[in-house]
Antibody, heavy 122, light 107 residues
Framework: EVQLVESGGGLVQPGGSLRLSCSGS????????VGWFRQAPGKGLEWVGF??????????DYAASVKGRFTISRDGSKSIAHLQMNSLKTEDTAAYYC?????????????WGQGTMVTVSP | SYELTQPPSVSVSPGQTARISCSGD??????VFWYQQKPGQGPILVIY???ERPSGITERFSGSSSGTTVTLTITGVQAEDEADYYCQSTDDNDDWVFGGGTKLTVL
């Protein structure tokens, strides 16, 4: 079964750090870009950042709201992508999702994880 | 910043047709994707490249495009279709953008 599983969420104080993980299975993880998204409680979806496939150098891009604070990386040997979140703010509180970017579908996000909750609070 | 506009809510009775719109100035030159999200779950892709349906998605879901508006149509609505629906596209910087979401209620 093709799936993504996020982990690493939790409660953190403002200014703190947290590292989320996204583990892929059922497909060749290294062949796909991975996107990270978030959803604040009761709100809509927001793009956070993404990392290109290893064939495209694994380069990254980020939304303006997190640039300079969040870093995405990937470990091809373990089929895992990480989202390192530093200098966290209360407004970063959200469920965080990772996705597979499927170029055959025009860049659609065809697989989503179940999400992991991050709460930033004093 | 670029915005995609969706109605906050749509309500239909079982068996009827639901239509959810998504408007944006750049939509004539950008693909649109639609995602279904049920409470407590991750989203599911239901339409890609404006009108295409992924494998495993029921034929009751379809997409159409006209000018700056794209529409997700769900025919023969069933109780299981009750969910939030999000359109998604890209802006001029190729950054990903979502509409605000539409809550579909099956009466």
């Amino acid at each position: 079964e093709v799936q993504l599983v996020e982990s690493g969420g939790g409660l953190v104080q403002p200014g703190g750090s947290l590292r989320l993980s996204c583990s892929g299975s059922g497909f060749v993880f290294a062949d796909y870009a991975v996107g990270w998204f978030r959803q604040a409680p009761g709100k809509g979806l927001e793009w956070v950042g993404f990392i290109r496939s290893e064939a495209y150098g694994g380069t990254t891009d980020y939304a303006a709201s997190v640039k300079g604070r969040f870093t995405i990386s990937r470990d091809g040997s373990k089929s895992i992508a990480h989202l390192q979140m530093n200098s966290l703010k209360t407004e970063d509180t959200a469920a965080y999702y990772c996705t597979r970017v499927y170029t055959e579908y025009g860049g659609a996000f065809d697989i989503w994880g179940q999400g992991t909750m991050v709460t930033v609070s004093p | 910043s670029y915005e995609l506009t969706q109605p906050p809510s749509v309500s239909v009775s079982p068996g009827q047709t639901a239509r959810i719109s998504c408007s944006g100035d750049s939509l004539p030159k950008r693909y649109v994707f639609w995602y279904q999200q049920k409470p407590g779950q991750g989203p599911i892709l239901v339409i890609y490249k404006d009108t295409e349906r992924p494998s495993g998605i029921t034929e009751r879901f379809s997409g159409s495009s006209s000018g700056t508006t794209v529409t997700l149509t769900i025919t023969g609505v069933q109780a299981e279709d009750e969910a939030d629906y999000y359109c998604q596209s890209t802006d001029d910087n190729d950054d990903w953008v979502f509409g605000g979401g539409t809550k579909l209620t099956v009466l």
